[in-house]
């Protein structure tokens, strides 16, 4: 069995019986090093965390009171980072990947396990709790949702597809991936105090963790042979 076609059968693992499951899950484990999708879900839902943690220190030595984010809001941080960094990984996908069906594939193994892995592991020790929970929200008008983490994958993809990853020089900022991210963060912490400057700040340790995370997004299938597009601009 391939690589591929084991970790298509992983995604079907709840319709699998007890044995079948238990063979599965010895074989992936046998067979995790061989595995790009997994390495890249586990540094991205990692840098996403620790992301969260440099918003939580940069707001809160700058706030008008010591305070921590709340759980919630903490999960709502981490998400916004897997959010920026799973787009990312998307467009360097579509350099390293050219066959769409295998990038298709590629793409729903990390988002399958970042949820799963983001669903088992602790965040911090000060935020006891895992990256993604089951919370129930009230809309308007009166309608009850389940959230379950990762919930505006699909929004927040539409929205960064279209927009440049840098403004051109002289350009303002609004308008690129990294600002808008910013500005998703920002909202977070308006829940706490209303402070602009958090929307660059943002913005800034994102870029610098994506600059982290590009030795791992090169290791996916069929990689290009030489540094290509935003990859060669960041690194001027």
């Avoid at 769409?100 to 088992?120: A, E, H, M």
């Avoid at 020089?169 to 990294?178: D, E, I, K, S, W």
């Avoid at 209303?194 to 994102?206: T, V």
Wanted: proline share 6%; with cysteine.
């Amino acid at each position: 069995m391939s690589d591929d076609e084991l970790l298509h059968l992983a995604d079907q693992r709840d319709s699998l019986g007890g044995v079948a499951r238990q063979a599965l899950a010895a074989e992936l484990r046998k067979r995790r090093m061989n595995f790009v999708a997994p390495t890249v879900a586990e540094t991205i839902l990692g840098a996403a965390i620790a992301g969260a943690r440099n918003i939580e220190r940069e707001f809160w030595a700058k706030a008008s009171k010591p305070g921590k984010f709340k759980d919630e809001h903490f999960q709502d941080i981490v998400a916004e980072f897997v959010y920026v960094f799973f787009h990312l990984c998307d467009r360097d996908a579509y350099v390293a990947i050219p066959d769409p069906q295998k990038r298709s594939i590629f793409l729903d193994s990390v988002f399958y396990y970042i949820l799963q892995f983001g669903k088992t592991s602790w965040m911090a020790d000060d935020h006891p709790v895992p990256a993604f929970t089951e919370r129930k929200e009230w809309i308007e008008p009166r309608l009850l949702i389940v959230r379950s983490g990762m919930d505006d994958l699909d929004e927040r993809q539409k929205q960064y597809g279209p927009l440049p990853l840098f403004a051109a020089p002289g350009a303002p900022l609004a308008g690129t991936v990294f600002w808008e991210f910013g500005r998703h963060i920002a909202q977070i912490c308006d829940h706490y105090e209303h402070r602009p400057s958090i929307q660059f700040e943002a913005g800034l340790i994102a870029c610098a963790a994506y600059k982290d995370l590009i030795p791992i997004f090169t290791k996916m299938h069929e990689p290009p042979r030489k540094l290509v597009g935003f990859f060669r601009r960041l690194f001027r």
